[in-house]
T-cell receptor
Framework: GESVGLHLPTLSVQEGDNSIINCAYS??????FIWYKQESGKGPQFIID?????DKRQGQRVTVLLNKTVKHLSLQIAATQPGDSAVYFC?????????FGKGTTLSVSS | EAGVAQSPRYKIIEKRQSVAFWCNPI?????LYWYQQILGQGPKLLIQ????????DSQLPKDRFSAERLKGVDSTLKIQPAKLEDSAVYLC??????????????FGQGTRLTVV
């Protein structure tokens, strides 16, 4: 079946660096895409989303890029902080619900 | 604004026993989701409600799992009988409308189920 997946299971960066987390999706019918952050023992927390008719969207310290040609989604975190350490999931929304990928664990060292 | 409330936070049961989880969504949210998250994996949708009607339950193991959302507010998810592979975190989420209309889903903290 179609699914959303992430390229790397883990990513380690130094505090202050920029982080890029990637995601490949396969359902071209998805209406929008969302990035979630999940800290240990907590539910996923919304970070940023992007509609399928857009290719870039910026938030506070975060940018999501969507490349529909190659079905690729990325999350860029500027000036990564220790508090950004968590598991990041991309998810795709369509007519029914959100389908999540497996996640990338981001570790930020001081 | 109060978030999505779930209870209990933790539950340990023996296989073949039954268990129930409760979820209270954010007030006014029409859409409610139950997800199963196995350790190291992303959340997997079990069932989605729009008000008190089921929108999608295609991945719900209906021989043992059941869910209801009476009156379109609170929801319960039940497992009977439980299997070892049901050990996971069960997440409830709610949104103003359904996912296809691009509305943010808010998640509860989840119920961690351990089946021994």
């Amino acid at each position: 079946g179609e699914s959303v997946g992430l390229h790397l299971p883990t990513l380690s960066v130094q505090e202050g660096d920029n982080s890029i987390i990637n995601c490949a999706y396969s359902n071209s019918a998805s209406d929008y895409f969302i990035w979630y952050k999940q800290e240990s023992g907590k539910g996923p927390q919304f970070i940023i989303d992007i509609r399928s008719n857009m290719d870039k969207r910026q938030g506070q310290r975060v940018t999501v890029l969507l490349n529909k040609t190659v079905k690729h989604l990325s999350l860029q975190i500027a000036a990564t902080q220790p508090g950004d350490s968590a598991v990041y999931f991309c998810a795709e929304g369509s007519r029914t619900a959100l389908i999540f990928g497996k996640g990338t664990t981001l570790s930020v060292s001081s | 604004e109060a978030g999505v409330a779930q209870s209990p936070r933790y539950k340990i049961i023996e296989k073949r026993q039954s268990v129930a989880f409760w979820c209270n969504p954010i007030s006014g949210h029409a859409t409610l989701y139950w997800y199963q998250q196995i350790l190291g994996q992303g959340p997997k949708l079990l069932i989605q409600f729009q008000n008190n009607g089921v929108v999608d339950d295609s991945q719900l193991p209906k021989d043992r799992f059941s869910a209801e959302r009476l009156k379109g507010v609170d929801s319960t998810l039940k497992i009977q009988p439980a299997k070892l592979e049901d050990s996971a975190v069960y997440l409830c989420a709610s949104s103003l409308s359904w996912a296809g209309s691009n509305t943010e889903a808010f998640f509860g903290q989840g119920t961690r189920l351990t089946v021994v």
